[in-house]
């Protein structure tokens, strides 16, 4: 048997406009005209994984409390509860990635490509490249944000090393090195 290519203006197609999901190559129409080296379908999809293995990294494993204090008071006896969140593995915000990348922290730093203005951000790929830092554009913040683990859209994300995710990262890290460098 073969397979017939679905209508573009079947049922199926207006089932996924319908939910808020946007293709890639919709997403590709907001970019700024700085986004290079641009992450490929793929690549984006893999930065998306180890973004959401860092972000859960990130948080109170038994506690839901925002301050450390708190945690450690409900529990203490169990210093593993809060060592997830003094051990942060992702960075989110320019001005929190900004700041640890001035104190030499090294990782992946993943933008996003349809943030406005781009005076926000545009500093960004050069403190990277004076540091030898990696650095990839993605096409949505919104996306960005909600690998992190947030409702509210990010236009920047610094991704740590980590024993835990360890493969992914590298995997990540080959990738985007591997990137055409901007013109």
Not at 26 to 53: G, W
Not at 150 to 173: F, G, N
Request: one cysteine or more; proline letters at 9%.
């Amino acid at each position: 048997m073969t397979k017939i290519k679905a209508d573009p203006d079947g049922p199926e197609a207006q089932a996924e406009a319908c939910c808020g999901e946007r293709t890639y190559n919709e997403l590709l129409v907001n970019l700024n005209p700085i986004a290079q080296p641009l992450a490929s379908r793929r690549l984006t999809r893999k930065l998306y994984k180890c973004i959401k293995k860092g972000a859960a990294e990130a948080r109170w494993p038994q506690c839901g409390a925002r301050v450390a204090r708190r945690c450690e008071a409900r529990h203490p006896s169990d210093p593993s509860v809060f060592v997830a969140v003094k051990q942060k593995q992702i960075r989110r915000g320019v001005k929190e990635v900004q700041k640890f990348v001035n104190k030499g922290e090294k990782g992946i730093m993943v933008l996003a490509g349809d943030t406005l203005p781009i005076e926000v951000y545009c500093h960004l790929p050069v403190m990277c490249e004076d540091r030898n830092l990696p650095y990839v554009y993605i096409p949505s913040k919104t996306d960005l944000g909600a690998a992190a683990g947030s409702k509210r859209p990010t236009c920047v994300i610094m991704v740590k090393p980590h024993e835990e995710y360890q493969e992914a990262y590298d995997e990540c890290l080959e990738e985007v090195q591997a990137l055409p460098p901007p013109l």
